[in-house]
């Protein structure tokens, strides 16, 4: 795997082209749809659901306090509130979505450039913040789930972050 993400970043550095977030092969959707289906199926999903968008929430406010007036607007003040436990469950929800259509690329493209007209009409939003939620989400998802694959998973997280991060300001 770490062989075929050198060779992704050779490839792209030498063409000029995508960089390594398009490393995410059809192998590696395979698996994160898979992985990703048993965890938002499982019995228990509604309470996954709001743990671990609570625990990517309080993560990212911990490494980026600036980052958490960008949600005032869902009562980011009180976490256990209504409108913001919602607010994390469409966040995974949109995540959700994303990670169903990796397998069709043109539907995968058309969610992320809706999702990136989504993030570009929010004042403040960076595409730093999606590098720093990646890393968080992928923390989160590896006490998750069990077998995880770390690799699949920071390769085609790192396609959906750059989807919808790719005009938004550094």
Known sequence: MKLLI???????????????????????????????????NADDSGRIKVLLGRVIFDSLFAKDGDSKGLFKRVNVDD??????????VRVLN??????????DNEAAAAQLAHLAAQHAARDGVKASNFKVMG????????????????????????????????????
């Open 135 to 170: 890393e968080i989400l992928l923390d989160g998802l590896q006490n998750l789930i069990p077998d995880f694959a770390f690799d699949s998973w920071r390769s085609c997280f790192g396609r959906v972050a750059a989807g919808i991060s790719a005009t938004l300001p550094a």
């Open 94 to 103: 949109g995540l959700d979505i994303v990670i169903n259509l990796l397998q």
């Open 79 to 88: 976490m256990d509130s209504v409108e913001f436990q919602s607010h994390t």
């Open 6 to 40: 050198v060779l992704c970043l050779v490839g792209a550095a030498l063409a000029q082209g995508p960089g390594p977030e398009d490393c995410c092969s059809p192998g590696d959707k395979a698996v994160v749809q898979e992985q990703w289906g048993r965890l938002w």
